[in-house]
Structures are given as structure tokens and as C-alpha cells.
């Protein structure tokens, strides 16, 4: 009797559990027509949604699937269990099951929507930037290449002092080796006449750091691009090689003069020092000013000042300058050679505000001794804009000078051989 009422009891159990699962199961049925219905409504007001709509259903029907199929298997593997207590058991956890679905950990509510990815690159496109696949960086990352880049920019300033200071030891020496030669010139100056001058390049001491030459100074060769080719009044350019600029301290006349001379331009207190040679020589002679005598006087100190000056640099002094008054002749006298200087100037006329543009150019003569070969190797030079440049001619195959239209000599020659 009682095994009777335990089959019977499990037979009602069986029973009970089928028509759950039909009633879940019809459920589920209806929730989904209640679903497709209502996508089919808004599938009627959006059409341009449909493709993706289309999508969804198809992957929920999938799914749906899925639950009937795993919930159809769990109810086949409970009706083979042979005893009460493992169906009991699987009862017990479909329940505890069914209370974790109804109230989930982590609700959809609590997600948050994916990071975007703000690293993007590529060329741009119709649909817009394409996207890295690169991973966004951690903080770690972030922090190691901002190290790096703080550490980089030390590392640059570093550099940058470390070139100033060695730019200020190099002028600071070339001060003070211009200084020793402006003595040793005082101390020879009334005894010693150097008659055999040479302008081949100079040899310098062992364990001196060597100067830019010509080759590694900014050079102008090409007319029709280098603007600096139309400051000059000539009326061939292609008689010109090229033009080089020099270092812009105040001592720019010297170093063009002596990069001409000696092809460095930091022999430019020697060029300084054999200029206050010939100038002592000759300054109750040729280069006495015709002026009252107190005024000459004050020309023949400021000349001497300006030769005798070591000062680097010396923009702040313009009577240190070189002059184009008096160096030039002082110039071409001391090395037997001509000088060709020409001048660029622009102003403004205030009366009507136009731009004028002043081109000059004059040839100073050695008024001692030249030799006629020497008229092939002038020394040409351009001031513009406070600065001076050496020019370089073009020779022919035979070591002259191409020719072009010679410029008029200075009228200073005229009055000093009268």
C-alpha cells in the first residue's frame, strides 16, 4: 500500500513538472509574439532599421532555441534519475537557479557602454577617420613615455649650454690670441717694415681648433634663386662664383677681408694688426684727413681705435666697426691688392612713401705698389643690411678674372694724386 502511494505520488510530481514546463514554455511563446509584434510595429515606422531588426530576431529566435533545447535535455536526464533524492536534489538547484535569473548580480542597468577609442589614425575616409587596432595605453605606459620625454628635453637643453659655452671658450681664446698679436704689432710697429706680403692662407699652431673655411661657411650660388645676387650693381652676374657670408659679430669687414686673404676668417686681428701697420706708416702722408688739425686728429685716434680693438663681440660699438670710409684704401694698400666694395641700401622716402633702393660700387687702387697680376685677385666685398659679405669671381681657365664691366674708382684717388 504505502510503495503504491509513493509511485502514484511521483507519477503526480511528473505530471505537475510537464505542465509547468508547457505553461514556461508557452510563456515564453507568447513574450516572444508580444516581442516580434511590437519590432514589427516600429520595423513599420523605421525602415531604415530593418536590416537590423531582421538581425535581432534571428539571433533571439537562436537563443530561444537554445533555452528549449537545454531545458528539454535537463527534463530527459531528471526522468532518468532512479531515485528521489537526486530528483529532489535537481529540483533544489533549478530553483536556485530561476531566483538567480530573477534577481542577477549584475544587472544590465549596472553595465557600463564600452570605452571609445580616441587613438585614432589613418588617412580619412567617406565614413571618417579610420580607427587604430592599437590598445589604449595603461597608466604605466603613459607615465614611462612622459619620463622619457621629460628626460629627452633635459638632455636638449644640456646640449644647447653646453654649445653656448663652448662658443664663448672659442671666442674668448680668439680674443685674446687677436690681443698677443695687436701687442707683438705695437712693439714692432716703429721698427720693423714688412715689404714682401703674402696673401697665401696663414699656418696655424699645432692643437688649435681650425675656423670655418670657405667650404663650410653659408654660401649664395645661384642668381636666379639668392636673392642677395640683386643687391649687387654689376651688370654680369655670371661673373660671380659665389657669395659667402661671415660671422655677424661686429668684426664682419674683417673676416670677409681676411677670408679673402687668408681663406679663414678668424684671421681677422692679423688683417686688423698689418692695417694698423700700414696705417702708422703712412698717416702723415697719404691717409692725413684735410681737416682742421684737432679734427684730424680725432679721425686718427678712432682709426687707430678701431684697429687696435680685440673686442668680440662688438655690435654694441659701431666705431668698431669696419669703416667704409677709410678701410677699404688702409685694406688694399696693406695687402697690394684692389678693393671692390659694394653697398645696398633701402629707405623710405618720407614725402611720398616710396621704396628706394640705393645700388653703390667703386674700386679702391693700392696708391704704393701693385703688381699687375694681382689686378685678377680682388677683394670683393658687399655690405647689406650692416653686414658684410665676400664675393668670389669666376676665372678662366687661365687664372683670370672673368671679365664684366669694371666699376669706377673712388673719387679719393683723384684728389690724393693731385
Known amino acids: 500500500m504505502g510503495s503504491t502511494n509513493v509511485v502514484e505520488s511521483i507519477e503526480e510530481d511528473k505530471l505537475a513538472f510537464r505542465v509547468n514546463d508547457i505553461e514556461t514554455l508557452d510563456l515564453t511563446n507568447e513574450i516572444y509574439e508580444e516581442a516580434e509584434n511590437k519590432d514589427n510595429i516600429e520595423i513599420a515606422e523605421n525602415e531604415d532599421e530593418t536590416i537590423e531588426f531582421e538581425y535581432v530576431c534571428s539571433e533571439r529566435k537562436k537563443l530561444l532555441l537554445c533555452v528549449e533545447d537545454l531545458l528539454a535535455g535537463e527534463y530527459s536526464s531528471i526522468e532518468s534519475y532512479p531515485t528521489i533524492l537526486q530528483i529532489s536534489s535537481a529540483i533544489s538547484k533549478i530553483e536556485k537557479l530561476k531566483a538567480s535569473l530573477d534577481d542577477p548580480e549584475l544587472k544590465i542597468g549596472d553595465l557600463k557602454p564600452p570605452t571609445t577609442n580616441n587613438n585614432r589614425k589613418g588617412r580619412n575616409a567617406k565614413s571618417g577617420v579610420k580607427s587604430s587596432t592599437e590598445r589604449r595605453k595603461i597608466f604605466r605606459e603613459i607615465f614611462e613615455e612622459k619620463q622619457k620625454k621629460e628626460q629627452k628635453m633635459i638632455e636638449k637643453k644640456q646640449k644647447e649650454i653646453e654649445a653656448i659655452d663652448s662658443l664663448n671658450r672659442s671666442r674668448q681664446s680668439e680674443e685674446l690670441k687677436g690681443q698677443r698679436q695687436l701687442k707683438k704689432t705695437k712693439v714692432t710697429l716703429l721698427v720693423r717694415g714688412d715689404?714682401?706680403?703674402?696673401?697665401?692662407?696663414?699656418?696655424k699652431e699645432a692643437g688649435t681648433t681650425a675656423s670655418p673655411t670657405i667650404e663650410s661657411l653659408p654660401t649664395f650660388n645661384n642668381p636666379k634663386k639668392d636673392g642677395i645676387f640683386k643687391k649687387l650693381n654689376i651688370d654680369r652676374l655670371d661673373a660671380i662664383k659665389a657669395i659667402h657670408s661671415v660671422g655677424d659679430d661686429g668684426n664682419c669687414?674683417?673676416?670677409?677681408a681676411a677670408l679673402s686673404v687668408y681663406q679663414d676668417q678668424s684671421c681677422c686681428y692679423t688683417v686688423?694688426?698689418?692695417m694698423l701697420e700700414q696705417y702708422m706708416m703712412y698717416r702723415d702722408t697719404l691717409y692725413m684727413a684735410d681737416e682742421i688739425e684737432e679734427v684730424a686728429n680725432e679721425q686718427e685716434q678712432a682709426v687707430i681705435k678701431r684697429l687696435e680693438s680685440a673686442k668680440l663681440p662688438c655690435l654694441d660699438d659701431t666705431s668698431l666697426w669696419f669703416s667704409t670710409f677709410v678701410c677699404p684704401q688702409i685694406l688694399a694698400d696693406?695687402?697690394?691688392?684692389?678693393?671692390?666694395?659694394?653697398?645696398y641700401t633701402k629707405n623710405t622716402i618720407?614725402?611720398?612713401?616710396?621704396?628706394?633702393?640705393?645700388?653703390?660700387?667703386?674700386?679702391?687702387?693700392?696708391?704704393?705698389?701693385?703688381e699687375l697680376d694681382q689686378s685678377d685677385h680682388p677683394i670683393a666685398l658687399l655690405l647689406?643690411?650692416?653686414?658684410?659679405?665676400?664675393?668670389?669671381?669666376?676665372?678662366?681657365?687661365?687664372?683670370?678674372?672673368?671679365?664684366?664691366?669694371?666699376p669706377p674708382v673712388n673719387i679719393d684717388h683723384t684728389i690724393i694724386r693731385r
Not at 669687414?253 to 670677409?256: E, H, M, V, Y
Not at 647689406?384 to 669694371?406: C, D, V, W
Open 195 to 203: 715689404d714682401n706680403i703674402s696673401y697665401h692662407p696663414v699656418k
Open 384 to 406: 647689406a643690411s650692416n653686414h658684410f659679405y665676400l664675393i668670389e669671381y669666376k676665372s678662366t681657365p687661365k687664372g683670370r678674372m672673368k671679365k664684366f664691366q669694371k
Open 350 to 370: 618720407r614725402s611720398t612713401g616710396e621704396l628706394r633702393e640705393i645700388k653703390e660700387v667703386e674700386v679702391y687702387w693700392s696708391l704704393i705698389h701693385m
Open 334 to 343: 696693406t695687402y697690394q691688392r684692389p678693393v671692390i666694395l659694394y653697398i
Open 272 to 274: 686688423k694688426a698689418k
Open 253 to 256: 669687414g674683417f673676416r670677409a
